[in-house]
C-alpha cells in the first residue's frame, strides 16, 4: 500500500509536502486535486453586539457547565448561512498542565472519524466510479468473499444496518501480535464475529463496519485512509488542522486537548488517539483517529451544506451525492454515514429540523448541521480528561443546543 510523505514538524500543517519534496516512489505528483480551492470566507459576527447578544445565555451556560465539572474544557461555534455567530472557548485543555483552552486548541474528534473522514472518502470513491453503494464485500475484499457477511452492501455499513455488533475491545489480542501482522488478524477477526441480527433489518451504531469500510477504502484507493482522505480531501481544501496522527510519526507541536489518564496506557493521553482498537491499529481507523480544531471541522461542514444547496463551494463533491449521503434512511435516525435527529431524547435537543445531521465522539464531542435553516453548532469537549466516568455531558448538550437555537429560529 502506497503511502504519502508528511511534514510533522513545527506549528500543525498536516500538508502534503510539495512536489519537489515528495518521494517518486510516493504515486503522486503535482495532480491537480493538490490545489485548495476554499469556500467563500464567513463573516465572523461572534464578536459584535448583535452576535454574542443572542447567545449570552449560551455563554452563562458554558461557564456554568466549566463551574461544575460537565468537562474540563470546551470550545463552541455557531454559525448560521454565512456567518459565525458565536465562537468562543472555556475552561482548561489540560488540567494537569493548567493549559488553557483556545480556538485553536486540537480535538481528539473520536468517532466523528466516521462522517467526517470514513463517509466522505466513500463518497469521493463512489464519485470517481470506484465503487457504488451497493456492492457487497464479497466483491470487494477477498477475506469476506466466502462468508456470513459476502452479501453486507456498503450502505449496511454506512447505514449501521449490516448486522454488527457495535463494540468489540479486539485491542486486547492485537496487542499480542506484532505490528506488522495487525491488519490481516483484525479482518480475521471481523470476518469471523458473529452478526446479531439479518443484514439491513434493523439499525445498530457500531464501530465494527466502520473498521470494515477503513479496510475496503484502502483497498481500493490503494492508500492508507489517513493518506487518502489528507491528500484527496483535506488538502484541497486547505483545511491544515485536520488529521490523523499515526503512532509512527512525530507528533506535530500544537495546543492539543487532553483525553483520559488512560488505565491501560497508564498515561494521560494528549496528542495520541484515545480508542484503544484504533491505538493498536497505528493511530489510525475508519471509525476513530481524526484529531482536528473546530474551525477546521466548520470549514468542511459549511462547504458541505453550501454544495448541499447549490451554493459557490469548492465542488469537491458533487451535489446529488451529498444530498444523497445526507438524506434520512426512512423510519430511521441515520444517514449515509452520519446520524439525523432521533425521535426522542436526541442529543440535538428540541430545535433541529428533522432535516439535519450530525455525530457524537466518545471523548466529547459533536457537530450538529440544520439543512434547512443553515445552522452549525459545534461543541467540542475534553469530557473524559481525566476520566470517562464523567457522564454530564449527556443532560448538558440537549440544553445547550436548545438555547442555541430558540434565539435562531
Given amino acids: 500500500m502506497k503511502r504519502y510523505i508528511f511534514e510533522k514538524e513545527g506549528r500543525v500543517r498536516g500538508r502534503i509536502l510539495e512536489r519537489h519534496e515528495i518521494e517518486s516512489e510516493n504515486g503522486y505528483t503535482n495532480s491537480p486535486t493538490m490545489r485548495s480551492t476554499r469556500s467563500p470566507k464567513m463573516k465572523d459576527e461572534s464578536k459584535t453586539k448583535i452576535g454574542f447578544n443572542n447567545m449570552r445565555h449560551v455563554d452563562r451556560m458554558m461557564r456554568q457547565a466549566i463551574s461544575e465539572n460537565v468537562f474540563p474544557g470546551a470550545v463552541l461555534l455557531v ?28 480535538f481528539d474528534l473520536a468517532s466523528l472519524t466516521k462522517p467526517l473522514a470514513t463517509a466522505l472518502a466513500v463518497m469521493l470513491l463512489v464519485q470517481r466510479g470506484k465503487i457504488n453503494l451497493e456492492q457487497s464485500l464479497g466483491s470487494l475484499l477477498p477475506e469476506f468473499k466466502d462468508s456470513d457477511k459476502s452479501s453486507i452492501e456498503l450502505k449496511h455499513l454506512l447505514y449501521h444496518n449490516a448486522g454488527f455488533p457495535d463494540y468489540r475491545p479486539y485491542y486486547r489480542a492485537l496487542s499480542e501480535i506484532p505490528p506488522k501482522k495487525r491488519q490481516e488478524a483484525l479482518l480475521g477477526y471481523l470476518r469471523d ?19 470494515v469500510l477503513c479496510r475496503v477504502i484502502e483497498k481500493v484507493s490503494g492508500h492508507r485512509l489517513d493518506c487518502f482522505v489528507t491528500h484527496e480531501i483535506y488538502k484541497p481544501l486547505a483545511l491544515d488542522n485536520l488529521f490523523f496522527l499515526p503512532l509512527d510519526a512525530k507528533i506535530p507541536a500544537a495546543a492539543y486537548a487532553a483525553t483520559e489518564k488512560c ?7 494528549e496528542g495520541r488517539v484515545h480508542d484503544e482498537n484504533a491505538h493498536v491499529m497505528g493511530g489510525v481507523g475508519g471509525h ?16 458541505l451544506l453550501y454544495t448541499f444547496h447549490g451554493y459557490a463551494s469548492s465542488r469537491l463533491f458533487q451535489q446529488d451525492l451529498v444530498r444523497t449521503f445526507l438524506r434520512r434512511l ?24 428533522n432535516n439535519s445531521v450530525g455525530h457524537l465522539g466518545f471523548a466529547g464531542t459533536s457537530f450538529w448541521m440544520d439543512l434547512e435553516r443553515e445552522i452549525i453548532v459545534i461543541l467540542f469537549t475534553n469530557r473524559i480528561h481525566p476520566t470517562r466516568a464523567n457522564e454530564g455531558i449527556k443532560a448538558f448538550r440537549p440544553q445547550l443546543h436548545d438555547a442555541v437555537m430558540e434565539p435562531l429560529i
Wanted: proline share 4%; glycine share 10%.
Fill in 263 to 269: 488505565p491501560w496506557r497508564k498515561v494521560v493521553l
Fill in 288 to 303: 476513530a483517529g481524526l484529531f482536528g480544531s473546530a474551525q477546521n471541522v466548520h470549514f468542511l461542514l459549511t462547504d
Fill in 193 to 211: 464475529e458473529p452478526l446479531l441480527h439479518g443484514i439491513g433489518e434493523r439499525i445498530l451504531y457500531s464501530d465494527l463496519g466502520f473498521m
Fill in 79 to 106: 454559525s448560521q448561512k454565512n456567518s459565525i455567530l458565536f465562537f468562543e472557548a472555556y475552561g482548561h485543555a489540560n488540567l494537569f498542565s493548567g493549559q488553557a483552552m483556545t480556538r485553536e486548541t486540537i
Fill in 330 to 353: 426512512p423510519d430511521t435516525d441515520k444517514a449515509l454515514g452520519f446520524d439525523t435527529p432521533s425521535l426522542t431524547a436526541s442529543s440535538s435537543g428540541r430545535h433541529f429540523s
